[in-house]
């Protein structure tokens, strides 16, 4: 378990997968997350154990119950590299700092416990509330993809971002500063 100031990292256990089920197929959370097809919950059982497997997935929790998910894959160890991923599962409980702060917590543990050098992650371009809230953990973009998404008839573009390990003390050292 790993405690933010106000949510808490915990491990997946079984009895979360009909919640991430349910966050997974819910509209928005699923347009946002790119996701290509509904998930059945044998697809989550599956997911899950390949996650654990490959990576370091939590249960975000916040007000003392279960909100979203976050997590680390993508290990490439030669280059202290993964990546990292996050959903607040229900969109009522968006824009009241939980994302933030369950994403500067995994970037603590990235850099403080597993010794990474540079944490990625890529998004859609017009998601502005998740490029906001990784700017304000210390991420900034790399790159734009151009058209990489096929959505509701369009295509849509990507953006790449990462932090490195001094950009997110210096991001953690000014926000506890200013204990924003
Ligand atoms: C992206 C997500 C994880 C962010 O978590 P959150 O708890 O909503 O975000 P926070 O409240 O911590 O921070 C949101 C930031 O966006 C801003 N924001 C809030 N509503 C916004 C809106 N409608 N448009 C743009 N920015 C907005 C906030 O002011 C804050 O920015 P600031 O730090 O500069 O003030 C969450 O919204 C989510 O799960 N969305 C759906 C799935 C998703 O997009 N996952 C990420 C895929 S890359």
Redesign the pocket.
């Known amino acids: 378990m790993i405690r933010g100031r106000a949510v808490t990292l915990r491990p997946v256990e079984e009895r979360d997968h009909p919640l991430i089920h349910q966050w997974q197929n819910q509209p ?2 699923w347009w ?3 996701y290509e097809r509904p998930f059945s919950l044998q697809d989550i059982a599956e997911s899950e154990e390949r996650s654990r497997a490959e990576g370091h997935p939590f249960i975000i929790e916040a007000e003392g119950r279960p909100v ?1 998910k976050i997590g680390l894959n993508q290990f490439r160890r030669r280059d202290r590299i993964c990546s990292l ?5 229900e ?1 009522g ?11 500067m917590t995994m970037l603590s543990y990235a850099f403080d416990r597993l010794d990474l050098h540079m944490v990625e ?4 371009a017009p ?4 490029l ?2 990784y ?2 953990c210390g991420f900034a973009v790399d790159a734009t993809l151009r058209e990489r998404s096929f959505k509701d008839g369009g295509f849509v573009d990507r953006v790449i971002m990462s932090v490195t390990r001094e950009e997110f003390d210096r991001t953690r050292l000014q926000r506890n500063d200013s204990q ?1």
Request: proline content about 3%; hydrophobic content about 45%.
């Open positions: 928005e959370v946002w997350m790119d979203g991923y996050i959903y607040i599962g969109p409980a968006w824009g009241k700092g939980y994302g933030k702060d369950a994403i992650l890529w998004s859609l998601n502005e509330r998740a906001r809230a700017r304000a924003v």
